[in-house]
């Protein structure tokens, strides 16, 4: 069965420090993952997706994510920190049948001045 | 612009009450979903639906139940409403074929159970 862990529930950086979240997945077929931002008392909001195109996927505010398949690994990471970058951020992979997305437990990005 | 709309924002029940949290989408999509959001527990499937009148359980479907009787709505009911269904609930749509495309979101529905 489809599964995604992610490592830490909150993360702290400083404003202009590099972001890195991370997210493991599990899949018994090739996975389709997704990148999820929420900002308080809002829906979620698409970051990217990976769909097999290409390894590194570019997405919204300079986030990027590069899937790796040795590690079953599809790492979110941005150069810079912006104070506007705080929320939390869920990973996402497609289940078995190809309908709902199976979502890990999220991670709280905090970034100070 | 795409937009699932979800009727109300915030929602105060009292224990035992019927609630129904309405979701409206205008894209035509197929597939709508429910999900429960708690704090470090992420996002839990509760329903799903992929065409109208059908539905299919999610994860943790105890304690409520669907209904789509027009395409573009999907309608979550607590039958009798208990303080630990207290939580924030997120409506989403997805097109059929939709392996590689995202869901949408609703901005979502704080229900509190007295």
């Known amino acids: 069965a489809q599964s995604v862990t992610q490592l830490g529930s909150h993360v702290s950086v400083s404003e202009g420090a590099l972001v890195l979240l991370r997210c493991n997945y599990s899949s018994s077929v090739p996975p389709y993952l997704f990148w999820y931002v929420q900002y308080p008392n809002q829906g979620l909001q698409l970051l990217l997706k990976?769909?097999?195109?290409?390894?590194l996927v570019k997405g919204i505010n300079d986030f990027e994510a590069e899937f790796k398949k040795s590690e079953t690994s599809f790492h979110l990471t941005k150069p810079s920190a912006h104070m506007s970058d705080a929320a939390e951020y869920f990973c996402?992979?497609?289940?078995?049948?190809?309908?709902?997305?199976?979502f890990g437990k999220g991670t709280t990005l905090s970034v100070s001045s | 612009d795409v937009k699932v709309t979800q009727s109300s924002r915030y929602l105060v029940k009292r224990t035992g009450e019927k609630v129904f949290l309405e979701c409206v989408q205008d894209m035509d999509h197929e597939n709508m979903f429910w999900y429960r959001q708690d704090p470090g527990l992420g996002l839990r499937l509760i329903y799903f639906?992929?065409?109208?009148?059908?539905?299919e359980k999610g994860d943790i479907p105890e304690g409520y139940s669907v209904s789509r009787e027009k395409k573009e709505r999907f309608s979550l009911i607590l039958e009798s409403a208990s303080t630990n269904q207290t939580s924030m609930y997120l409506c989403?749509?997805?097109?059929?074929?939709?392996?590689?495309?995202?869901?949408?979101f609703g901005q979502g529905t704080r229900l509190t159970v007295v």
């Open positions: 989403a749509s997805s097109p059929r074929d939709g392996t590689n495309t995202e869901a949408f």
């Open positions: 990976y769909t097999s195109a290409a390894t």
């Open positions: 639906s992929y065409d109208v009148k059908m539905k």
């Open positions: 996402a992979v497609r289940d078995q049948a190809g309908t709902a997305l199976i």
